[in-house]
């Protein structure tokens, strides 16, 4: 009895020490990022000592790191209730990844108030909360849109799952558009082949939106679209609709609310000037990153990209039935776990409130599918003659005397290209000139100024001339 009792003793120690070293190591491990590493050693001290604060915290932090939000939560609120100092920073972040966003905002200013005369910075945890507090308004107006389908792609390819109509454009990448090398982003390209939006670094590094005209053979000089659209941040992925006004995008600015976000702009043609963005709000947006928004109006339905609950080279790409108007849940009438779910979009099927809707969607979807894009045709050039006709070669012609006027029409129409060109081009010289040379300029540039004008409506006229001489042909 002795003799086990001494025995006992000896091997104490040695288990204790070794305890030590390996919370010691899980520590180190904690400190430098290696939750995973780091998780099984914490998880067997929470389990032999659920009281310990320290323990509930670090686990709960592990798993957080880890991708186990929701099991995260126990063990960061044990540990914020034991007034761990940074328990609620973690918590916070836990809850707003789960889509509790008020919980969120609670926990946030929680950890800001226990920071009170500490010389610590807050401005990162005061822009989380400020994020935080967004999505708690966002999720008591999540759009009621019947989601049909959803696919898990590579990222990297991800455009390829777009199956869209002739009829909304075209998208692509941007190496591949402009077959250029990597950095930039996607290009779309409208119906007509006529007009471009992209996604390239900006003069401040970022990503911002440009657009061009295609005139006769020639792309335009690029238009950088203006600041409140490329706010800080990456801009990126256009698509426009037919109507030529509407824009959507995705940014990761001061505006997202987490990762990149879908906004929605309108062109004002009166005011020449985009309209102030608007979040699309959830389902489409998350705390991750969502983007690529496409509304095939020909097929009626939309799409749109996102890295939710995915790895890091995959993508989640979901097809919907886009609304004539925008219609949002009932929130104080609905179970606050559902609405989580209809915002999270954790079941499709949930979304289905008419199964017709959705039936049918899904058949247009097959259709779209199934069907093989053709190569977008190379055309002499693009007129309009009326709703019905789209002429892109002389033999489209059947007036001789249209046809005809069509030539002095393109020849004019290169004439005034060339005019705008040296107009900019001495615009540009202009800006940087001292007081005598821009005295010098300054008569020249408003003479072409004039020219350009007067030769645009002559420009207008001929196209009206054409289009009335072709139509006699058409209505006979």
């Known amino acids: 009895m002795k003799l086990k009792y001494i025995t006992l003793l000896l091997f104490c120690p040695v288990f204790n020490a070794v305890s030590a070293q390996t919370l010691d190591q899980a520590r180190t491990m904690f400190t430098k990022g290696l939750y995973e590493k780091a998780k099984p050693v914490f998880e067997r001290y929470v389990k032999s000592q659920p009281n310990n604060a320290n323990y509930n915290y ?200 987490g990762g990149y976000d879908i906004f929605v702009t309108r062109y004002n043609s009166r005011s020449e000037t985009f309209l102030a963005p608007e979040n699309v709000g959830m389902p489409f947006n998350s705390p991750a990153n969502d983007y690529m928004y496409v509304i095939d109006e020909y097929n009626n339905l939309g799409w749109f990209a996102t890295d939710r609950n995915q790895p890091k080279d995959k993508v989640c790409i979901y097809v919907f039935v886009p609304n004539a108007s925008r219609s949002a849940y009932n929130y104080e009438a609905m179970d606050r776990k559902k609405m989580r779910n209809l915002a999270k979009l954790n079941s499709i099927r949930d979304t289905w409130k008419d199964g017709t809707v959705a039936a049918e969607a899904r058949k247009r979807l097959a259709a779209a599918r199934a069907q093989t894009q053709s190569e977008r045709k190379v055309y002499e050039f693009t007129f309009v003659i009326n709703d019905r006709y789209i002429y892109h070669h002389a033999d489209d012609f059947r007036s001789p005397r249209a046809k005809e006027l069509f030539g002095n029409y393109r020849q004019m129409e290169k004439d005034c290209r060339a005019l705008v060109d040296k107009l900019d081009e001495l615009r540009s010289t202009y800006a940087g000139a001292g007081k005598d040379d821009r005295n010098r300029m300054g008569a020249g540039i408003l003479d072409l100024e004039e020219r350009v004008r007067t030769m645009g409506g002559q420009l207008d006229a001929l196209g009206v001339s054409v289009r009335n001489e072709e139509i006699k042909s058409l209505n006979k």
């Open 58 to 257: 670090w686990y709960g932090v592990c798993c957080l790191k880890t991708g186990e939000i929701d099991k995260s939560t126990r063990y960061l609120e044990f540990a914020a209730k034991k007034k761990i100092q940074n328990a609620p920073l973690y918590l916070g972040q836990a809850y707003d990844q789960i889509y509790r966003f008020e919980e969120a905002v609670e926990a946030f200013e929680e950890y800001i108030e226990g920071l009170a005369g500490k010389k610590q910075p807050v401005e990162k945890v005061k822009a989380a909360l400020e994020k935080s507090k967004t999505k708690a308004r966002m999720i008591k107006g999540v759009e009621d849109v019947c989601i049909v389908d959803s696919i898990v792609v590579d990222k990297a390819g991800f455009l390829s799952a777009y199956k869209i109509s002739e009829e909304a454009g075209r998208i692509h990448t941007y190496a591949d558009f402009f077959n250029a090398g990597g950095g930039g982003g996607t290009v779309y390209e409208n119906e007509l082949g006529n007009r471009i939006y992209y996604g390239k670094a900006g003069a401040g590094g970022g990503l911002n939106i440009f657009c061009r005209n295609k005139l006769l053979h020639e792309w335009s000089k690029e238009t950088e679209l203006p600041e409140n659209i490329n706010a800080g941040g990456n801009t990126n992925y256009p698509f426009v609709l037919s109507d030529g006004m509407t824009v959507y995008y995705a940014s990761d600015g001061a505006h997202s609310t």
